[in-house]
């Protein structure tokens, strides 16, 4: 019993490693050496693996345990893994992620709330984003149908630059949903937001310093002659 649950606690991942093995903690009498600068060594026993690790100030890092022997590489396994890890990062902030956004409108939709409406619908393309548009019907509105499906067909017309209709509009239940896809990838539209964001930077006036805005705000001899407001009135009857 205590056996099976040994075993089952290392397969929830409890004493697996997923980091390679490094200098010490290689065990094998041999190893396929690669150099600093990827260059093949060769097969060399172990301790002599190690013993050149130390005179580089390296690490020996086994990047191939199922060869045979294993291949190790000469390596700055901290540098390694600092730069593995921003590499993951930028990876992980360009990566697109598909989103769906939603949009719901009525069939007599108000001309100013559809205007709003295809605002919305127009960022989210922008953006890269796929858009489920739904009609919502109420009452009688459902013996209509083809109000709902005129509005479907006038929006896609409206957003046609930035979008196509991805999935006809269909019935479903009291709604009708349509789905619009944009035509650019989410990736195209990540980047495009990058550039602006930089050239409104570069665009933006520089800041005045400490000294500018007191001169600024220092009155001029001209305006200091001037009469203010107040002692410029008339002086009020008794």
């Keep these: 019993m205590a056996v099976r649950q040994t075993v089952a606690w290392c397969y929830r991942g409890g004493s697996i490693s997923t980091e390679p093995r490094i200098n010490d903690r290689i065990r094998v009498p041999e190893v396929r ?4 600068s990827g260059e093949q060594v060769g097969i060399v026993p172990l301790a002599k693996a190690l013993e050149l690790a130390q005179e580089y ?4 890092v086994e990047v191939a345990a199922s060869a045979r022997p294993p291949v190790c590489k ?5 540098k390694f893994k600092y730069e593995s890890a ?3 990062r930028e990876a992980r902030k360009n990566q697109a992620h598909t989103v769906i956004k939603e949009m719901k409108l009525r069939p007599k939709i108000d001309p100013h709330d559809y205007d709003t409406k295809k ?3 127009v960022r989210f393309l922008k953006q890269g984003d796929k858009v489920k548009i739904t009609i919502m019907f109420r009452g ?3 013996s209509r149908p083809e109000l709902g499906y005129r509005l479907l067909q006038r929006l896609a017309e409206d957003v046609q630059d930035l979008g196509f209709i991805e999935s006809n509009p269909k019935q479903d239940g009291r709604n009708m949903i349509m789905v619009l896809g944009p035509h650019k990838k989410k990736t195209e539209a990540m980047a495009e937001a990058r550039e602006a964001q930089a050239a409104r930077k570069a665009d933006a006036p520089a800041t005045t310093t400490r000294r500018d805005r007191a001169a600024d705000e220092e009155p001029t001899e001209a305006a200091a002659e001037e009469p203010t407001e107040a002692s410029a009135e008339e002086p009020a009857e008794a």
């Design 86 to 88: 921003m590499k993951a």
């Design 57 to 60: 100030d390296l690490d020996l």
């Design 74 to 78: 000469l390596m700055d396994y901290g």
């Design 33 to 36: 050496l690669v150099g600093p």
């Design 119 to 121: 605002g919305h619908v």
């Design 140 to 142: 009688r509105e459902q």
